[in-house]
C-alpha cells in the first residue's frame, strides 16, 4: 500500500487547510486511516484517525473542535480539514494506515510528510 500526502503550505494563524491522503496498492482490505505530526524537534504524535467505514473518528485533544478527518472509499483518500490554525499546529504531517482501532496503532503503512506552517 502506498500513501501519498498533499495539502501542507504556509498559512496564518486562524486560517485553514486541508490535506489529503491519496492511498494505492492492491490489498483488497480497507484500513483503519489516520494522520500523525511532528512538530519541530519534538516527537510524533497522533492528530487523528477514521475507521475503515468511516463510523468511528478519534481526535486528539488538542485539535478537537478544530480538525475534522473524513474518507471517501471510493476514491481511496482521506482529508483532513485543518481549521483555526495555531502557530503550535506547525509540523510535518504524515498518514498512515493500519491497526485494529482508529487509533492507527500500529500503525502498517505511512506515507511521505507534507509541512504544513503556521505563522502567527
Known amino acids: 500500500v502506498q500513501l501519498q500526502a498533499s495539502g501542507g503550505g504556509l498559512v496564518q494563524a486562524g486560517g485553514s487547510l486541508r490535506l489529503s491522503c491519496a492511498t494505492s496498492?492492491?490489498?483488497?482490505?480497507?484500513?483503519?486511516m489516520g494522520w500523525f505530526r511532528q512538530p519541530p524537534g519534538k516527537e510524533r504524535e497522533f492528530v487523528a484517525g477514521?475507521?475503515?467505514?468511516?463510523?468511528?473518528?478519534l481526535y486528539a485533544d488538542f485539535v478537537k473542535g478544530r480538525f475534522s478527518i473524513s474518507r471517501d472509499n471510493a476514491k481511496n483518500t482521506v482529508d483532513l480539514q485543518m481549521n483555526r490554525l495555531k502557530p503550535e499546529d506547525t509540523a510535518v504531517y504524515s498518514c498512515?494506515?493500519?491497526?485494529?482501532?482508529?487509533?492507527?496503532?500500529?500503525?502498517?503503512?505511512w506515507g511521505q510528510g507534507t509541512l504544513v506552517t503556521v505563522s502567527s
Open positions: 498512515a494506515a493500519g491497526g485494529s482501532t482508529a487509533r492507527i496503532s500500529p500503525a502498517e503503512y
Open positions: 477514521i475507521s475503515w467505514n468511516g463510523v468511528i473518528t
Open positions: 496498492g492492491r490489498t483488497g482490505k480497507i484500513y483503519n
